[in-house]
């Protein structure tokens, strides 16, 4: 957790992600609400990232 608060999770997915400042703040607001117990048991923590061939979806 220590490490969370120093080197922030969006930091980490700018890294790897060029340009898309909208998904990756989705992306980590969702996570953060896993971690912090905000789920429900009947809808698991999915994403489906989309785009053309080629374009580097992770």
Do not use: C
């Not at 998904?23 to 905000?38: D, F, S």
């Amino acid at each position: 957790m220590e490490e969370r608060r120093r080197y922030p999770l969006e930091q980490r997915l700018k890294e790897h992600i060029i340009g898309q400042e909208g998904a990756i703040a989705t992306v980590a607001a969702t996570i953060r609400r896993k971690e912090n117990g905000w789920m429900d048991d009947d809808h698991p923590l999915v994403f489906l990232f989309l785009g053309s061939s080629g374009i580097g979806e992770m």
